[in-house]
């Protein structure tokens, strides 16, 4: 009998609600047989009424609905801290520095260490620590690492209590696009306002270094034409840049066109239309985006200030920027030479030598008797030893003495033939049927499957 009292109640106030809903909405609706509202019938009153059984089964409904279903708010269980990393920082330094204890960060590094190198941690590196409040303390629960922008790991406490690490790779778009521009000052100008990533621009220079001095072979009215690929994350924004499909360069009115390629034994490299390797044995340029402070010949030396021979090529840049190994070859010399600096020399084979000097460090791993490959970075400009400013001083050794790397004529390089040779062909026509299909500034979705 309760019960019921309580349903009649409740559908009491129910029916009292909608005729309350009902009643509002006909006397604020305008009227068919007059203009002005129902509402101006209803005498002024400063203070609404609240007596009537309308108004009243509506309050008396607000005060039962929120009495239902209520829970008071909980505090978040997990601190998170979202860090970068610095110039100097070690994983450890970084951990205590959030507030993770000495034995705990050691232990969650040592995880991470089967999946990671923690001396390849770089500045800028984004480093997430996530911690528990249990019992009144904060118990690391995970670490993420940002390492780039196809690749993150997580160290995760597992239901045992243990840290166990994994790499997440994430799931990124590749997009093929073009770029062009005319050189009216300089290459790298010429490719900001074409849009072109500073990367792109970089790897650019590396592949016609063979050939090219870009401090004097490149003149205004020159251009350059290339495809390349773009990565982009799932909201869409670009986070990395590809490989360069297509590179065109005009000098002085000459077209070369170069086309990347990958034979069947895995190796990359980029071709002419014929088939013709554009690596040689020895890079001219072994350094990106730097100006030639100095040629090769007699010279009034900034220090000594007296007329002598200047037996290399200075290139100034910033101190740090890398410098890459000329050719194949075999480290002969990594250490401090008297008036060089810091240097490093290179045997390529039994006629010719690569030099390096003024460094600021050596890159890890370079040391006597180490083999390099061409490209590889083997060190970092500094202004070691009798030197004015940052700058790489570069010699080309031939037969034991120094010479003037313009008037190096080294033979060409690998040439296709055969079977390779037609496998090339349809690389060519492939990407040329894409670069065809590619307006300007424009993005076309998929990356070449056989370049």
Known sequence: MGNSKNLLRHGAIGVAVVAGLSAAFWIGAPSSHSERPLLAAVPDSSTPATDTPEIQAILAYETIAPKIGTA?????????VELSVSRGDTLMKMLTGAGVPRAEAHTAIAALSKVFKTRDLRPGIAVTVTRKNAAGEKVLQRIDLTVDPRHDIAVRRDESGRFKAAIIEQALTTETTRASGV???????????????????????RIFSFDVDFQRDVQPDDSFDLMFERHYDESGTP???????????????KKVRLYRHRSKNGD?????????SVRKALILTPIDGARISSGFGRRRHPILGYTKMHRGIDFAAPRGTPIYAAGHGTVEVAGR?????KYIR??????????????????????????????QVI??????GRSTG??????IIRNGRQINPKRLNLPSGRKLAGAELKRFYKTRDAIEQRYAALPLGTQVAGSCGIC
């Open 183 to 205: 050189i009216r000052s300089s290459l790298y100008l010429a490719g900001q306002r074409a849009d072109v990533p500073a990367s792109v621009l970089a790897r650019l220079i």
């Open 268 to 276: 990359v490299d980029y071709y002419d239309s014929k088939g013709r």
């Open 337 to 341: 030479k008297g008036s060089y600096g």
């Open 379 to 384: 060190g970092y400009v500094g202004s070691t």
């Open 239 to 253: 986070v990395a840049e590809g490989n360069i499909l297509l590179a065109e360069m005009v000098l002085s009115g």
């Open 72 to 80: 008071p708010p909980t505090a978040d269980p997990f601190t998170t």
């Open 346 to 375: 290179i045997r390529h084979n039994g006629s010719y030598k690569t030099a390096y000097a003024h460094l600021h460090g050596f890159a890890r791993g370079v040391s006597r008797g180490r083999r390099v490959r061409q490209g």
């Open 390 to 395: 940052p700058h790489l001083h570069y010699e």
